[in-house]
Every structure is written in C-alpha cells, then in structure tokens.
C-alpha cells in the first residue's frame, strides 16, 4: 500500500491492474477549464479526471473559501463509479509537482482510504519515460462508503480557538511574496494571518521531484522547532496546496498534521478578523 508518493516505474509496473485507479487532477486557477481540456488531449493510460471545482470542492458561499470541502457522500459517490473501493490503490497527478493532486490524497484519506499516493513528478515524468492516450476509461462501478475523519481539519473557529490557546503552529504554504502580502493576484485581501509561519510547497520540491526523506525530515524539524507534527495546522490561498505541506511532512515521517481547509480565503471574509502586512 503506497500512501504517500509514488514512482513512474511503479505505477508502469501496475498499471492496468484491477486494483489500482489513477485520477487525472490538472487544474488551472485562472482557466478554469484548461485541465480537463488538457486531460482530453492526452492523459496517462486509463486515468479518469477530477475537476477540482466540479468534483473536489462544494459551491462558494459568502461565509467560505475559495475551494469549500467537497460532500463527502457525492465524492465517494464519484470515486465508487471510478471503480474505488476499500480495497483499491488510489494514484492521483498533475502537471504542477503534486500542488493539485495532493488535494485529492487528503480528500481521500478524510474519506478514510489511506491507500493513496501522487505520483512524484506528475505527468512530465511520466511522459517523459512514456506515452499517453486520449481514450476516456469506462466506468467500473463499485461501492466505496467514506468513513470520514473530520479531526482531520479545522473550521475557522476551531482555528480561531486553538490560536487563542497558542497550542498550534499555524504554517501557510503559499509563496513569500504572497504571505507577506506585498502581491495579491486572487484574493481581495492581502497577508497572512497572524502567528502563521511560512513554508511554500514549492520548498518541498527539487527538480520538479519531492525532496528526499531525510531532507524534508531536517527542513521541517526546522520549521517545527521542538513543536510535535500534530500541533501543526496547514494553510494556503483556498486549502488545496496546504494539502502538499502535510504530504511533505508524511514522507518525511512527521505525521498528523492537520490542515485548516477554509484557509486565507475563508478568513478574510470576515472583516473583524486580523491580519497581517509584512511588506519590506
């Protein structure tokens, strides 16, 4: 059982078995529609698509974030109909280092399958050891039923909460530019929250691969100084790329963080909430 990441040549090796399923989750912030278009195109042999709005997320309202959880029931409805069961190994990719597809590895293991793992490197390592296929997968009905571990994420009152109590290390994985709020391309509202230390998930990468174990496990342990891994709370833009931090810290052995979905777009809907400005 791979739950973390995953080789090409290991998912070569199984491909096509009747055990494993590979989601296709490209996506593209500014163009919407881009990732399944690109998905159509050419995509790794037998792959399905996710979209990230459509599959892996809820509909916006005023109170939430960019990207709110998606129903748990209609997801695992959609995985089922990709042939996931409890006994099936989940490989999930994009063309951006895991920044997308690790939305889906947290998804399904909120969803209670810890057999999930992005593929490292994503399809340019993929295509560039092997081709793609534009033929759409049948579906292949099974039964999958979530058993969802909600302790898994925080709400923002939650977040609010265990701030005020100082028990948590609140760690943002946008870029720095982004957290300092000296730029602000997608939301209205510019910094970070106060008391967030900054990781960007780009750090976990290393020539579009993931770190070694034992790097990630120092760079980390840096991040951390002294905390445990489960005093640490992830965030990001709308809570997908805070999914690449936790997946970072679980390669490298840090387990049980825990991810603050809602994130900075969630947080400053609410004008009384504070935020802070680091512009040099």
Known sequence: MYQTIVS?????????????????????????????QAYAEAHIPGAFYLHLDNDLSSPISPDTGRHPLPDPTKLAEKLAQSGVDKNTQVVVYDDCGGAMAARTWWLLRWLGHDAVAVLDGGLPAWVAAESCSTEIPEARESGFTPELHGVMNLSVDQLQQELSVGDILLVDARAAERYRGEVEPIDPVAGHVPGAENRPLTDNLADG????????????????????????????????????????????????????????????????????????
């Open 8 to 36: 090409v040549e290991t998912l070569k090796q199984n491909l096509g078995q009747p055990n494993w399923v590979v989601f296709d989750c490209r996506f593209n912030l500014m163009d919407t529609e881009a990732g399944q």
């Open 209 to 280: 691969l993931f770190k070694s174990a034992e790097q990630l496990h120092e760079e980390w342990s840096a991040v951390l100084q002294g905390a445990a891994p489960d005093q640490v709370v992830h965030m990001c833009g709308s809570g997908v790329t805070a999914c690449h931090n936790q997946l970072s810290m679980e390669i490298a052995g840090l387990t049980g963080s825990r991810i603050y979905s809602g994130s900075w777009s969630e947080w400053i809907r609410d004008p009384n909430r504070p935020v802070v400005l680091d512009k040099k």
